[in-house]
């Protein structure tokens, strides 16, 4: 980034963007945001207002709250190698899985709760919890700041993508951090341990043990 020298400007009202610039002697207060275009020439852009909804997307984080949203349906052990590494970086992190009503899951809400739990325990800074409804209704109502996605390789990429823009179009506050887990789990899901499971076949080392367990129990 180029350094911006000589002056400085202030912006004479956040409100009508189209007012005159003013220079000033040293010190003043600098309420405008400065970025260079493309074609290289200094743009000058009113700084958010004070309290407004952009400023205070823009605030430093602290005491960074994160929501790890998902179906967990079971909890493999790419989830559990995301949440170690969002353990580590997060003052808190919330374990969520959403109660949709359209999708027939194996297991219930209780169970994936209990497993979750479980294999949570060696973080205390986890925490396991259920939503229904907009992902970012929820994080408003837990006062959430980011949210923690997985991206395992290009073809996650694109839908999470999607999904991140429009929960930043939705709530411009919380910001969606994404991680990648171990590569050795880079092709593992919920979706085809299932499969596996029910049709016989080894899930050692996908799930942990808690979960290899309740899976057999199920389909056997
Ligand atoms: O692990 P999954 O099943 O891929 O998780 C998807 C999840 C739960 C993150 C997503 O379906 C979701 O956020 N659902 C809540 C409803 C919502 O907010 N939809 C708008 C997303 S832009």
């Known amino acids: 980034m180029r350094p911006l020298v ?27 945001n400065f970025r260079y275009n493309h074609s290289g020439g200094l743009q000058v852009e009113p700084a958010p207002e004070f309290g407004s909804e952009q400023a205070q997307a823009d605030e430093t984080m602290k005491n960074v709250l994160a929501i790890y949203p998902g179906s967990f349906d079971p909890v493999t052990n790419g989830h559990l190698d ?5 353990a580590k970086i997060f003052d808190r992190l919330v374990v969520s899985i959403l109660r949709n009503f359209e999708k027939d899951p194996l297991f219930t809400i209780d169970e994936r709760v209990e497993m979750l739990r479980e294999v949570t325990r060696p973080w205390d800074n986890v925490e396991i919890d259920v939503f229904s409804g907009l ?8 006062e959430a700041n980011v949210l923690l996605r997985g991206i395992r390789a290009v073809s996650d990429y694109e839908y999470e993508l999607q999904m991140a823009m ?40 996908l799930v942990p043990p808690v979960v290899e367990e309740r899976l057999r129990a199920k389909i056997l």
Do not use: D
């Open 135 to 142: 992902l970012v209704e929820y994080a408003r109502l837990r």
């Open 6 to 32: 000589g002056f400085l400007i202030e912006y004479s009202s956040a409100k009508k963007p189209s007012l005159e610039i003013r220079s000033r002697q040293f010190p003043c207060v600098i309420c405008a």
């Open 166 to 205: 429009m929960n930043r179009k939705l709530n411009p506050k919380v910001e969606t951090v994404f991680m990648l887990p171990a590569v050795s789990y880079s092709y593992l899901s919920s979706r085809l341990v299932r499969e596996i499971a029910q049709l016989g076949g080894p899930i050692t080392g």
């Open 82 to 86: 995301l949440i170690e590494r969002g």
